[in-house]
Nanobody
Framework: QVQLVESGGGLVQAGGSLRLSCAAS????????MGWFRQAPGKEHEFVSA???????????YYADSVQGRFTISRDNANNTVYLQMNSLKPEDTAVFYC????????????????WGRGTQVTVSS
């Protein structure tokens, strides 16, 4: 069974930065997509970003339009970890951020997710 543990959330002012981490255990995930969703109060899960890896093409990354240019995803296959560097944060980024693992490449939808983390709260004050 795969377990995902997120860290790095917190309270930050608008324009600030946070770095989320997700450490996975239970299985080597180099052949899986690792990524992030978020859920704001009263809203559904929203895809944020994902990263896939292959020996032939290296790491490929995917972003929601709302975070393109502000967030950067990266992964460390040796340590089964995925990161999300979030810069220029806005109040509308406030949400619980969930780590997710899937087999599908590209932008993810909730039904694509095989494993979920428990989430970490990100709050951006104006």
């Amino acid at each position: 069974q795969v377990q995902l543990v997120e860290s790095g959330g917190g309270l930050v002012q608008a324009g600030g930065s946070l770095r989320l981490s997700c450490a996975a255990s239970g299985r080597t995930l180099s052949n899986y997509a690792m990524g992030w969703f978020r859920q704001a109060p009263g809203k559904e899960h929203e895809f944020v970003s994902a990263a896939t890896w292959s020996a032939w093409s290296g790491t490929n990354t995917y972003y929601a339009d709302s975070v393109q240019g502000r967030f950067t995803i990266s992964r460390d296959n040796a340590n089964n970890t995925v990161y999300l560097q979030m810069n220029s944060l806005k109040p509308e980024d406030t949400a619980v951020f969930y780590c997710a693992v899937a087999l599908k490449r590209g932008a993810l939808r909730p039904p694509d997710v095989l494993y979920w983390g428990r989430g970490t709260q990100v709050t951006v004050s104006s």
